[in-house]
């Protein structure tokens, strides 16, 4: 049973409470109140007779004013819905039920209206405790009516803020209580009814609130596996085979695993026939769901084999106990006794596929999980079939291929869907989620993991649901979503103590002060973080104990330092600092902790020691460097960035740019640098022997207080510092047109990244921006000189490189000659829709086609376009170009990604990822053209940077690809953009004079800025 209640005033009627059922009853309601409109006089009649009701005048449903309804209703839905209501809903209803069926009735027609309603009316009186509960139960009833789960979250949101704005009523506690019920936080939820229970005087609201709270009750017993396994037992015993069919439509993934318990471990184990008569009994309740272990029974009852079935057993409980070879043993030893296509011997199989993946054997374990993917599909095992799915998705994700691992797992979810398996539903849901996440789509994933919350219930360890907590604690904390975020961390913590997993506790309770540090809850966290360092004291010692010190110490720390209490921070840090150094696992969080302390030193006037901690840091870091696994590159220097920035101010500070010079180089694009250069450093004397003519290089280093230039000439090599910090600048590029040059601190921008250093660069020559931080949002070309009156395209031509190791491998590129084709054209791929759900782009496939048309070959369209095909065209091809859907990434460059067509053959999906295109070689390649949306868009990771899909064709021999930075709309005024480009390639055969003739010439014609701004050229001009 579901309610929610709104709180409005008319007329002296003060308050007026609604009920909403949810689930069947409210389908019941909603089929019983459809019927043809009714004329106006009847309606008229009816609304008086509503008003003799004493229900409030005006239509207050929901708090919804009356005008708000009429304005989109063809005739008054409080007078439909009463009349209805008169006829079918007589009785013992009470005026509040009457009117909630009415709101009913019209919201299942217009939902998204009265939604929308309710917002704009809460926008007009945010202060209104009533207009803030009205928009709390707007986001209530798109979820239920829209099945969106986050509504639900806004919901949850909007109510706490409205605790901590002081608001508090019936209506706001009674909805509190019914969002947590939904939410499945069933410990939150008991407390709020048994609050309300404790205060409601009405009876038929009390009522309400006691079944709530029976149901609630039922649903938290009923989520004890042992509850749910004790009720089959006892309706067997009993013989009440209602009950037992019952109980197997329930929770048949239950039933799987009480099945596989009975035949493989117990039954297996001693041949007791009271244990195949309780088997056939569940069988019964759905043979055809059941067919697989119908077989099994049969296999036992002829060929018993006690050996397999305790090998089986040995198996799964090492692999309990993480003892891999042990688990290999066992396996061999299943193998060795039983024929061909005995379920034993698939099981082994899978067990070995398990034991090779935790050794790190992925080869070995692939093996494995495809034969044993080709047998269970042949003898009609699904469940061995879905589980293992989930070892070869866990095999492809290791090794990169997000794209394979979502489509193993998202095949694994439907077929346990089918199945009627919750708990692995549960899991592959669960991965599907994170597969969306890695996949840079964090909206698609908190939704998927917020609409799993009410299903965690199947999930038989306390600690697998406490992580899924976790995951919608960091998708509610990235959408803002904080005091939600901090309600799931307190569910999760406490699953957490409850499991005594330590490891994960702590991590769950930094996670919590996290969430109240950003929700500016300082004494909070920092109490949270006391309480916790002191429980860790009393704790047992193990291998972890001084990594969770150290990183709660650092933690801490950090907010100390914040709240500039300066004695305290040093204390922390340089405790967090020693135990890191002296922990087996020190990673990037832990070298953070001595930036922090350098940052103490600095404030505490000792830049002597601030410098040497951080030299010393650095030395740790490039002695670390080596052992980083490829996919973690970026992650590893991203947590390490501020130790170079904190060294390029002590050494500015010191009077030191060239040292400066060297470590603004070493913090940045270091996984690229790695692909090409293998670590080498860079001089600046190589960097200006490398320029031409006229050509001058900027480089930027955005500090917190300042801004540092270096400009690069033949003649020589200048540094200035400017007076514009982090934040400011974050602010100029962040602000509406900001990002091509324009918006209202369009001049300021200019000012800060040429005008300041134009006496530097004098001449017409190209002018490459090595950009950093806030600025790789900047469109060089589109820059706005307010003096002079036009864009910075008018005067040069603009490149842009993500480091000085980029440009000298860029400058020093020679592409060899190539024969047969001259150009490799994608357009428009028919893309996997379960990845994206992108439309076709009409467009593009124009653009491909015209100019596939201009060198005379045949484009890739469609179905056609795939991986496989793309890379055999493009590895002999001068010139590439892609018209199609790019994806970015916004946290992490290597998993950005092109779109392309899914491959029967190879079974690829078509998610051509940032990382892929890393081990690509394009000898013959000279210019590269990825007109998609934001191709080199900027991403949040503080050491990478931007041009996240240029990168990759960089380090694979490209010295130029012309890309976007923002998305590029599907229209004519694009492909007639690109034409004109390649007109003025074939006359410049210079990239970057090519895109300055096209940009040119757009801004003559008026076309729109977000079609001729948003193009670079990345690598060389």
Excluded at 281 to 286: E, G, K, N, S, Y
Excluded at 549 to 577: F, H, K, M, Q, W
């Amino acid at each position: 049973m579901t309610l929610w209640v709104s709180l409005s005033r008319d007329k002296g009627v003060s308050v007026s409470v609604l009920g909403m059922w949810a689930g069947l009853f409210l389908l019941i309601i909603l089929g019983a109140c459809r019927s043809a409109p009714v004329a106006a006089p009847s309606s008229t009649a009816a609304l008086d007779h509503l008003t003799r009701g004493d229900w409030p005048v005006a239509g207050r449903l929901a708090g919804v004013h009356h005008r708000a309804l009429a304005a989109e209703a063809p005739i008054d839905p409080v007078a439909v819905a009463t009349l209805k209501l008169d006829f079918q809903a007589r009785g013992d209803e009470t005026a509040a039920t009457r009117g909630h069926a009415a709101l009913l009735e019209f919201l299942d027609a217009k939902p998204d209206q009265v939604v929308a309603q309710l917002a704009a009316l809460c926008a007009e009186q945010p202060d209104d405790p009533d207009a803030v509960n009205n928009l709390i139960v707007a986001h209530m009833t798109e979820g239920a009516q829209q099945a969106a789960p986050l509504a639900w979250l806004r919901a949850l949101e909007r109510t706490e803020a409205a605790f901590a704005r002081g608001f508090d009523s019936l209506a706001l506690r009674t909805n509190y209580a019914l969002i947590l019920s939904h939410l499945w936080l069933n410990d939150h939820a008991r407390r709020a009814w048994h609050k309300l229970l404790e205060r409601e005087t009405d009876p038929t609201w009390r009522k309400r609130a006691d079944d709530a709270l029976a149901e609630l009750d039922q649903r938290v017993a009923m989520a004890d596996p042992a509850s749910r396994e004790h009720f089959l037992q006892a309706a067997l015993a009993e013989q009440r085979w209602d009950d037992v069919a019952a109980w197997v439509a329930r929770f048949p993934g239950i039933a799987w695993r009480w099945m596989e318990r009975r035949l493989v471990d117990d039954f297996a184990g001693d041949g007791d026939p009271a244990i195949l008569v309780e088997v056939h009994r569940v069988l019964a309740a759905d043979p055809n769901r059941f067919a697989e272990w119908a077989a099994f029974v049969d296999e036992l009852t002829d060929t018993p084999q006690p050996q397999a079935a305790e090998a089986l057993a040995h198996a799964r409980a090492a692999e309990k106990e993480e003892a891999y070879p042990c688990m290999l043993s066992a396996a061999d030893t299943i193998l060795a006794q039983v024929p061909a296509a005995s379920f034993y011997r698939v099981a082994a199989h899978y067990q070995k596929a398990r034991a090779y993946f935790f050794l790190g054997r992925l080869d070995d374990a692939l093996e494995q999980a495809e034969w044993v993917d080709v047998l269970a599909r042949e003898r009609g095992f699904p469940t061995l079939t879905g589980l293992n799915l989930g070892i070869q998705a866990m095999v492809v994700g290791y090794r990169g291929d997000l794209t394979r691992n979502f489509t193993l797992h998202e095949e694994g979810r439907v077929l346990f869907e089918q199945l009627g398996d919750r708990r692995n539903l549960c899991h592959f849901m669960d991965s599907v989620g994170d597969g969306l996440q890695g996949l840079g789509q964090p909206q698609r994933a908190l939704a998927l993991h917020v609409g799993l919350l009410p299903q965690s219930v199947f999930y038989t360890s306390h600690k697998r649901r406490s992580l899924l907590y976790r995951n919608v604690v960091r998708g509610l904390l990235a959408q803002g979503f904080h005091y939600g975020a901090v309600r799931f961390g307190e569910a999760a913590e406490a699953l957490l103590e409850r499991e005594m997993d330590q490891f994960e506790w702590l991590r769950g309770r930094a996670d919590q002060a996290r969430c109240l540090w950003q929700l500016g809850r300082t004494d909070a966290a920092l109490g949270l973080l006391d309480e916790t360092l002191v429980r860790l004291d009393s704790r047992a010692e193990d291998a972890w104990l001084p990594q969770n010190e150290a990183e709660l110490r650092a933690l801490r720390g950090r907010y100390r330092l914040a709240t500039d209490n300066l004695s305290g921070a040093r204390d922390d840090l340089t405790r967090a600092v020693a135990l890191s150094r002296s922990a087996e696992h020190r990673g990037p969080k832990l070298i953070r902790a001595g930036v922090a302390l350098a940052e103490t030193y600095r404030r505490l006037g000792d830049d002597a020691a601030a410098l040497a901690l951080l030299e010393a840091e650095v030395v740790a870091i490039e002695a670390a460097r080596p052992q980083a696994l490829l996919d973690h590159k970026v992650a590893f220097f991203d947590h390490l960035r501020g130790v170079y920035d904190g060294l390029v101010d002590l050494y500015l500070r010191a009077g030191r740019p060239g040292a400066a010079l060297q470590a603004a180089e070493a913090a940045r694009a270091r996984f690229l640098g790695d692909q090409v250069q293998a670590g080498k450093s860079v001089d600046a004397q190589s960097v200006q022997a490398a320029l031409q003519p006229g050509e001058s290089l900027l480089f930027y280093h955005p500090l917190a207080d300042r801004l540092a230039i270096w400009v690069f000439q033949r003649d020589g090599v200048y540094q200035r510092e400017i007076a514009v910090g982090r934040n400011a600048l974050q602010t100029y590029c962040t602000a509406d047109g900001a990002d091509l040059g324009a918006g209202e601190h369009g001049a300021a921008l200019y000012q800060a990244v040429l005008g300041s250093v134009a006496d530097l660069t004098v001449g017409d020559g190209p002018l490459i921006f090595a950009l950093d931080g806030p600025l790789w949002r900047v469109a060089p070309a589109a820059l706005w000189d307010p003096e002079r009156g036009h864009h910075l395209v008018a005067d040069r031509v603009t490149a842009v490189v993500p480091s000085l190791t980029m440009f000298l491998v860029a400058r020093s590129r020679r592409p060899q000659a190539a024969s047969g084709r001259q150009v490799c054209v994608v357009g428009n791929p028919r893309h996997d829709r379960r990845l994206l759900p992108l439309g076709s782009m009409p467009h593009a496939e124009t653009e491909a086609v015209a100019v596939a048309e201009r060198f005379g070959v045949t484009p890739l369209l469609g179905d056609a376009a795939t991986i496989h095909a793309f890379r055999a065209e493009a590895a002999k091809a001068p010139i590439i170009h892609f018209a199609g859907h790019a994806v970015h990434h916004p946290d992490n460059p290597l998993r950005s990604f092109l779109l392309l067509a899914p491959d029967s053959l190879t079974a690829n999906a078509g998610a051509l990822g940032a990382r892929d295109l890393f081990h690509w070689r394009l000898p013959h390649t000279r210019l590269v053209v990825l007109s998609a949306c934001a191709g080199g868009a900027a991403s949040s990771s503080p050491s990478e940077g931007g041009g996240n899909l240029a990168r990759p064709f960089l380090a694979a021999g490209v010295p130029s690809v012309a890309t976007t930075l923002a998305p590029l709309p599907d229209s004519p005024a694009t492909v007639a953009f690109i034409e004109h480009f390649y007109e003025a390639l074939a006359k410049e055969r210079d990239a970057g004079k090519a895109l300055r003739t096209a940009q040119l010439a757009a801004i003559r014609d008026g076309v729109p800025r977000e079609i001729w701004a948003v193009w670079q050229i990345f690598g060389v001009p």
